[in-house]
């Protein structure tokens, strides 16, 4: 069984800092691993996903994602974060035999002025 | 725009009733899902749905029932057998990469 654990429930920050939100996952088996972002009483939008070839994902809006199979992380960084980046961000894993989402418990980020 | 619809985005319940949570795809895929979400737990799958007339139980579906008469919709009642039924209810389909939402319904008990 695959499981996802967000070390931090909430981070908060400055704007313009670099910004980093931690995944670790467990699996037995090759995974694909997502990070999703939610907005106050909204849906959650997919931000960027791992599913083959290069380690480092990146995003429109400048996150970036690096996975890391001996640490069995995948990491949410971002080096200058805004206002607008204020959320709560969700990590994710599911594997090549099923579609099922394992979701960790979220990470708020709130950046302030 | 293609989209996932949900319905309606507030819904009270009394005690003992039954309520019908609606969602809505016009993305022509073929799975979806219904996930709960309680404060500080992340999301936690109720039941999905991989095909038309076919759907399969997830990691909390007691107290919940679903159908799949159509490609486009899966609709999730709430049964009177769910005893904490107050939750944000989010509906997903899937593409052949990720899943993506829709803007949830939050259920309250009056």
């Known amino acids: 069984a695959q499981s996802v654990t967000q070390l931090d429930s909430q981070v908060p920050v400055f704007e313009e800092a670099p910004v980093e939100l931690r995944c670790n996952y467990s699996s037995s088996v090759s995974v694909y691993l997502f990070w999703y972002v939610q907005y106050p009483n909204q849906g959650l939008q997919l931000l960027l996903k791992?599913?083959?070839?290069?380690?480092l994902v990146e995003s429109i809006n400048g996150f970036e994602a690096e996975f890391n199979k001996s640490q069995t992380s995948f990491h949410l960084r971002k080096p200058s974060v805004h206002i607008s980046d204020t959320a709560e961000y969700f990590c994710a894993v599911s594997t090549y035999n099923t579609d099922k989402l394992i979701f960790g418990t979220g990470t708020r980020l709130q950046v302030f002025p | 725009d293609g989209g996932i619809t949900q319905s309606p985005k507030y819904l009270f319940r009394k005690e003992g009733q039954n309520v019908t949570l609606s969602c809505e795809q016009n993305?022509?895929?073929?799975?979806m899902y219904w996930y709960r979400q309680d404060p500080g737990q992340g999301l936690r799958l109720i039941y999905y749905s991989q095909i038309v007339n076919d759907f399969q139980k997830g990691d909390i579906a007691e107290g919940y029932s679903v159908s799949r008469e159509k490609k486009e919709s899966f609709p999730l009642t709430v049964t009177s057998a769910q005893k904490n039924p107050t939750a944000f209810y989010l509906c997903?389909?899937?593409?052949?990469?990720?899943?993506?939402f829709g803007d949830g319904t939050r259920l309250s008990i009056l």
């Open positions: 993305l022509n895929h073929d799975a």
């Open positions: 791992y599913l083959s070839g290069s380690t």
């Open positions: 997903a389909s899937r593409t052949e990469s990720a899943q993506h």
